[in-house]
């Protein structure tokens, strides 16, 4: 079991930004794969941004150009910078880490972005 805590999530106005972050309780592994995933009230979870352990990222459409994530293994942190929030990026944003094909998820954080 690896626990997970993100934090950062805040009201904005539209065009903000905000930083989320997410510690995980023990050692981030290499192999490990970190990610963001969020959920829009009456919506499904979706992938927002993941990381692997060299540092390939991927992104999902309505992201790109705006979020960047990245992650500090000695920290045993990962990151999510979101910058010219919409308010279609309102959610919660939960952290996720991949290990050995298992999930472990955080309890996620809330954004809320204003227009």
């Known amino acids: 079991q690896v626990a997970l805590v993100e934090s950062g999530g805040d009201l904005v106005q539209a065009g903000g930004s905000l930083r989320l972050s997410c510690a995980a309780a023990?050692?981030?592994?290499?192999?490990?794969?970190m990610g963001w995933n969020r959920q829009a009230p009456g919506k499904q979870r979706e992938l927002v941004a993941a990381?692997?352990?060299?540092?390939?990222?991927n992104y999902a459409d309505s992201v790109k150009g705006r979020f960047t994530i990245s992650r500090d293994n000695a920290k045993n942190t990962v990151y999510l910078q979101m910058n010219n929030l919409k308010p279609e990026d309102t959610g919660l944003y939960y952290c996720?880490?991949?290990?050995?094909?298992?999930?472990?998820w955080g309890k996620g954080t809330p954004v809320t972005v204003s227009s």
């Open positions: 996720r880490l991949s290990r050995f094909g298992i999930d472990f």
């Open positions: 023990g050692r981030i592994l290499s192999s490990d794969i």
């Open positions: 990381i692997t352990g060299s540092g390939n990222t």
